[in-house]
């Protein structure tokens, strides 16, 4: 209980190190730079807030190597557009579907890594104390960011205009916001499933900390 709940220095090299990684990569050369920068700035701004957050709020290893995941998604779909993501054109090829479905990656990634910052927050600052009434707050809170976030797009759009077709990444589909705010929920359900356990554990130390 009294262990350092910050990160090791090892882990967190490691943790910068791939997220320079996969950062240079992603600007070297994108499909399109005004799309680039839309989408990967929200792995920019996160980098800012753990940065200022790291000494006086560290988070759960796990966390933290969930949100460089989610970075990670962000910044492929930056790279390529998320319309054109060369592996899910393969997967739309082989499996003679309608359009690549890599965006839906990044929905579904969406519920599931906000679920699991949000799960912390809640329970380290014990805004509520009820394990069902929590997970239900997190699971409309999963739906309200998704929400959010189809309006920037929207936003965007009517601002921008062609501009914003690739960040849109509908592919003609007409029920698009309707199917990415699902799997944000899908992947909100499916995180609370089967990492609060070991989400537990890891929070033992903080948690002991603050009784």
């Known amino acids: 209980m009294n262990r350092d709940p910050h990160p090791s220095p090892a882990a967190t ?3 910068l190190m791939l997220y320079g990684a996969v950062l240079a990569w992603s600007a070297i050369g994108p499909k ?13 701004v996160g980098l800012a807030v753990l940065a200022a957050t790291w000494r006086r709020f560290p988070l759960t290893p796990l966390v933290y190597w969930l949100i460089l ?14 319309a054109e993501v060369p592996l899910f054109d393969w997967i739309r090829d082989q499996f003679h579907l309608q359009r690549n ?13 906000p679920a699991m910052i949000a799960r912390e927050l809640l329970m380290r ?16 809170f999963v739906l309200a960011l998704s929400a959010l976030y189809e309006l920037v797009e929207w936003g965007v759009a009517v601002a921008s205009g062609d501009e914003a077709v690739a960040f849109l990444g509908t ?9 990415d ?9 499916t995180a609370l499933l089967t990492l609060s356990r070991w989400h537990d554990r890891q929070l033992l130390p903080f948690l002991g900390k603050n009784r």
């Open 13 to 15: 090299a490691l943790w």
């Open 32 to 44: 399109d730079r005004f799309t680039w920068w839309l989408e990967v700035l929200p792995a920019l």
């Open 69 to 82: 995941i989610h970075c990670a998604i962000l910044m492929v779909g930056g790279h390529y557009t998320y």
């Open 101 to 113: 479905d890599y965006d839906k990656v990044g929905h579904f990634a969406q519920g599931f890594v």
């Open 125 to 140: 600052l014990r805004v509520i104390p009820s394990p069902a009434w929590r997970n239900f707050f997190i699971l409309c």
């Open 171 to 179: 592919q003609g589909d007409v029920w698009d916001t309707q199917s």
């Open 181 to 189: 705010m699902f799997l944000a929920l899908v992947g909100g359900v």
